[in-house]
């Protein structure tokens, strides 16, 4: 579902696929052949929420911008280029970068900076603020930079992204 709010109405690139059953509402800007699947809610009403081309948010994921520590809460989110978003993600922050996997039911708290080809762990809470490096590997409860990303995590961050842009396109053309 698709909704305007205050007179702003999302924006999804032609090629980019969104579920019925997605809650996808204000300033929101959504990329070529990326997907937005059952479940996800994206809320641009503090601020613009930007996802780039070839990003996955999968199932039940929340996407909500703002900030508590801006004037009036606005703050928009940017979400890079072939990034794929686990199942169930909580992602509240400003930055994610491009080649970038957020793990499962993890949660990327108010403010926080995600580098270039990082991935953080399913379950891991990137506190508020929290600035990651380009390349980090983080993790735990508070999250926290527990090396570089290796080559084999790497897979996830090259193929994850390709393997759901495929699916996608098997939706849009039966329709669902």
């Known amino acids: 579902m698709i909704r305007g709010f205050d007179g702003k109405i999302p924006r999804l690139a032609d090629s980019a696929f969104s579920s019925e059953a997605a809650y996808i509402v204000g300033d929101v800007e959504i ?15 503090f601020g613009k929420v930007i996802i780039g081309r070839n990003t ?23 979400i890079g280029d072939n990034v794929q978003i686990g199942h169930g993600a909580i ?3 400003h930055i994610v970068g491009n080649n970038t996997l957020l793990g499962m ?3 990327v708290l108010h403010d926080a900076e995600i580098g270039k080809f ?15 490096p380009d390349g980090s590997f983080v993790a735990g409860v508070p ?21 759901y842009g495929r699916l996608a396109r098997r939706y849009k053309e039966q329709n669902l």
């Open 31 to 45: 990329g070529e052949d990326s997907s937005v699947w059952p479940g996800a809610v994206i809320r641009g009403d």
């Open 56 to 78: 996955v948010v999968e199932d039940n994921c929340v996407i909500h911008s703002g900030s508590p520590n801006t004037r009036d809460n606005v703050q928009e989110i940017v």
């Open 91 to 93: 992602v509240n922050c």
């Open 105 to 107: 039911n993890c949660t």
């Open 118 to 132: 990082c991935i953080v762990a399913a379950g891991c809470v990137v506190v508020e603020g929290m600035k990651v």
């Open 143 to 163: 999250g926290k930079v527990k090396g570089a990303v290796s080559e084999k995590q790497l897979w996830w961050v090259r193929e994850g992204p390709a393997g």
